[in-house]
C-alpha cells in the first residue's frame, strides 16, 4: 500500500522560510520521479514542482520559480521541499506523490500558512 506522509508545514510571516518532508512507502522510490503539489482554498490541486528519479533535473512552474528548491534523499525515501520568501498566496495544503501522481494515493498534506 502506497503512502505519503508530509510535514513540516506551519504558521509562517511573509518573507519566512519552511522546509517539507515527505516520507514515501510502498513503492520502490529510486524508480519514480517525484513532485510537490499544493492545494489553496477553493481551488484545484497544482503541480509545483518535479524532482527525478536520481536527484537531477528539478523543474519548477512558475509561481515558485526562484524561491522554492525540491530535492530527495533516496536512502530515506524521502523527497523534500525548501520554501524561501514565502508569500500569502503559498498559503495551501502541501502534498508529495510521483509525477504523475498515482491519483489514488494522495497523503494527508501538510498545511503552510503564510500571514501578511
Known amino acids: 500500500q502506497v503512502q505519503f506522509v508530509e510535514s513540516g508545514g506551519g504558521l509562517v510571516e511573509v518573507g519566512g522560510s519552511l522546509r517539507l518532508s515527505c516520507a514515501v512507502s510502498?513503492?520502490?522510490?529510486?524508480?519514480?520521479?517525484m513532485g510537490w503539489y499544493r492545494r489553496a482554498p477553493g481551488q484545484a490541486r497544482e503541480f509545483l514542482a518535479r524532482?527525478?528519479?536520481?536527484?537531477?533535473?528539478?523543474y519548477y512552474e512558475r509561481p515558485i520559480k526562484g524561491r522554492f528548491t525540491i530535492s530527495r534523499d533516496n536512502t530515506k525515501n524521502t523527497v523534500y521541499l525548501q520554501m524561501n520568501d514565502l508569500r500569502p498566496e503559498d498559503t495551501a495544503v502541501y502534498y508529495c506523490n510521483p509525477d504523475p501522481p498515482q491519483q489514488g494515493a494522495w497523503g494527508q498534506g501538510t498545511q503552510v500558512t503564510v500571514s501578511s
Open positions: 510502498g513503492l520502490t522510490f529510486i524508480r519514480h520521479n
Open positions: 524532482i527525478h528519479r536520481n536527484g537531477g533535473n528539478p
